[in-house]
């Protein structure tokens, strides 16, 4: 039963050193994703705006501007890889309480590398447009210090987001990432030639974009925190060249307000992905080695039942080796030669003292039996060379030397 329980234990604890090391690899890639039902609402400001009213013909400057984003996921549309969002934009002048643009788009993109994907029914303002690079609300999940291809709604293409350096929004690290477009063209509008200074009752102008729009990304969930967009949309003088009219011109800037919301949302992203990366294979860890640990101790036999195992085998192994390698060497070193060496001193000294009281001593034969039971081999030689002596020499005298000489 200990056996068992050690074995279920050491498995135990080597799946959930497994659990621990794929945790923060491969199944957070594959759990953490971008929302398919994301709904959120962003406000920027601005003050000291300028724009051209259509409905005025006329430029309002030195008005305070508010723009306001809001995304919304389609999760009919969306899929285990796929988001489909839609987003609509709304800028309005609180000075003169009016609106000044709006705009609508529909994307899809992929859940976790916030990769464009030409599908599901992308368009801007309307119109099916193709649209490729990063989405631009997020970034990649992990994102990198490096520049980043992120589409442009205004030039309708993707433009370079350059890595710029690492500051804080609200107390979260963020990266910050730059798109500088200088003065280019982006279109061309039908205008009366009085407002670019033609004398022309219609002309073509055209029409440029100039931007400085800047990202504070969070590296770990790719959540856009904060946005700073300086625009500015031009009419040129088809003749000269030379700026005729402000179509818009202003440094939107997120609201401390709205910060503290996404940053909010984002916080609860950051929590999931600390539970899966850090916390989780951390504790998972630990509970799997002190498991694997439990259950190696417990597969092992105790130290008696090891004893026990082996104490037959050294009985066995050890006193028959003992008895058999040692009496046969001391028999044949140590008997024959104190038979040769003390038998001649024996029999010139002692043997006639010892003839006459052989009759009142015990037999020598009891004390060969005795030494014949511990050193196997020691009585049967005596044997031989008592048998030997007749056929050899004959009768010899008590004090004649040792026998067989």
């Known amino acids: 039963m ?26 957070t890639g594959q759990v953490v994703k971008f929302p398919l039902n994301e709904y959120e609402t962003a406000t920027l400001a601005a003050s000291n705006a300028s724009y051209f009213s259509p409905g005025s ?180 003088n088809p003749d000269t060249g030379a700026v005729a009219l402000v179509l818009f011109d202003a440094d939107l800037i997120a609201t401390p307000a709205s910060v503290h919301q996404i940053v909010g949302l984002d916080s609860s992203g950051r929590n999931e992905l600390a539970l899966l990366e850090t916390v989780l294979p951390l504790a998972l860890g630990i509970a799997g080695g002190v498991a694997l640990l439990a259950g190696i101790f417990l597969g092992r036999k105790p130290r008696d039942a090891q004893a026990v195992s082996v104490a037959p085998d050294t009985t066995e192994s050890v006193v028959p080796e003992t008895a058999e390698s040692v009496a046969p060497d001391t028999a044949e070193s140590v008997v024959p030669e104190t038979t040769e060496s003390m038998a001649p001193d024996t ?19 009891d004390q060969s039996g005795e030494l014949a039971a511990v050193v196997p081999g020691l009585d049967d030689g005596t044997q031989e060379s008592a048998a030997e002596a007749p056929e050899g020499e004959g009768h010899q005298n008590p004090g004649s030397g040792a026998p067989g000489r």
């Not at 497994?18 to 491969?26: D, E, G, K, S, Y």
């Not at 029999?347 to 034969?365: C, I, K, N």
């Open 2 to 27: 200990r056996g068992a329980i050690g074995v279920v234990l050491a498995g135990l604890g080597a799946f959930l050193i497994l659990v621990a090391i794929l945790l923060p690899t491969w199944v």
């Open 57 to 236: 013909l006329s430029e309002k400057t030195g008005v305070s501007m508010e723009a306001t984003y809001t995304i919304k996921g389609d999760a009919s549309k969306g899929t285990s890889s796929t988001a489909v969002w839609n987003e609509y934009s709304y800028v309005y002048d609180l000075t003169n309480h009016q609106a000044v643009q709006e705009m609508t788009r529909t994307f899809a993109f992929d859940r976790r590398t916030g990769q464009l994907v030409n599908c599901c029914g992308a368009s801007l303002n309307g119109v099916a447009t193709v649209q490729t690079g990063l989405v631009g609300y997020v970034f990649p999940i992990g994102t990198q210090k490096q520049t980043y291809q992120v589409y442009d709604t205004t030039l309708k293409r993707p433009m370079p987001f350059a890595y710029s350096g690492t500051t804080t929004v609200d107390g979260v690290q963020v990266y910050e990432f730059v798109e500088n477009v200088t003065p280019v063209q982006i279109a061309t509008q039908s205008v009366p030639g009085s407002l670019v200074g033609s004398s022309a009752a219609l002309v073509s102008a055209p029409e440029f974009d100039q931007l400085h729009l800047i990202y504070y990304v969070d590296p770990d969930t790719g959540a856009l925190l904060d946005v700073n967009e300086d625009q500015t949309l031009t009419l040129h």
């Open 347 to 365: 029999a010139e000294s002692v043997a006639p003292d010892t003839a006459e009281e052989t009759h009142a001593r015990p037999a020598p034969a």
